[in-house]
T-cell receptor, first 111, second 115 residues
């Protein structure tokens, strides 16, 4: 199956700083790369995704970049705000069409 | 915005009992999933369901588990002979299509506590 690693496991930043979370995967057949945000005690919510024919996608303060050759994709959050504090999961989908979730990155944004 | 609805939000059960977790997927979605998340850990795939049958299941989804779509709207997960280690948050999810390039909509989850 797919091996998915997320780094870092915990990220602490000051409000206004940028945050970057990296996800590496093993299945070269993966071609859909979403990021989910899970606030404490709530459901995971899809916040941004990218497909394998695109290298970067932006949506306001968040962006995702993909390097298929190196098999990793990253979540970028600019101008972080306290409400960005959550656990972020990557979940690449490969040949089986079932996403494999990473272990999550806990982002803490200090006011 | 359409939502996936799960009931109950919390379920406490004694070890060895059977529980049924219920989900109402988004009405025009065709693919349904159950995931579980042990406290503080990652989201783990249990099973996917399409066209009234299981399409994929993980190693976790053994004979203790079963899924059913008893009518046109509900999608249930049954856990028989619950064990302490079944305590987790169980999320139902649905998607309009199956395969790469589609994200999921998750329900708000059922927190199962086995005592």
């Amino acid at each position: 199956g797919e091996n998915v690693e997320q780094h870092p496991s915990t990220l602490s930043v000051q409000e206004g700083d940028s945050a970057v979370i990296k996800c590496t995967y093993s299945d070269s057949a993966s071609n859909y790369f979403p990021w989910y945000k899970q606030e404490l005690g709530k459901r995971p919510q899809l916040i941004i995704d990218i497909r394998s024919n695109v290298g970067e996608k932006k949506d306001q303060r968040i962006a995702v970049t993909l390097n298929k050759t190196a098999k990793h994709f990253s979540l970028h959050i600019t101008e972080t705000q306290p409400e960005d504090s959550a656990v972020y999961f990557c979940a690449p989908q490969g040949g089986s069409y079932i996403p494999t979730f990473g272990r999550g990155t806990s982002l803490i944004v200090h006011p | 915005e359409p939502e996936v609805t799960q009931t109950p939000s919390h379920q406490v059960t004694q070890m060895g009992q059977e529980v049924i977790l219920r989900c109402v997927p988004i009405s025009n979605h065709l693919y349904f999933y159950w995931y579980r998340q042990i406290l503080g850990q990652k989201v783990e795939f249990l099973v996917s369901f399409y066209n009234n049958e299981i399409s994929e299941k993980s190693e976790i989804f053994d004979d203790q588990f079963s899924v059913e779509r008893p009518d046109g709207s509900n999608f249930t997960l049954k856990i028989r002979s619950t064990k302490l280690e079944d305590s987790a948050m169980y999320f139902c999810a649905s998607s309009s299509s199956f395969g790469p390039n589609y994200g999921y909509t998750f329900g708000s989850g059922t927190r199962l506590t086995v005592v």
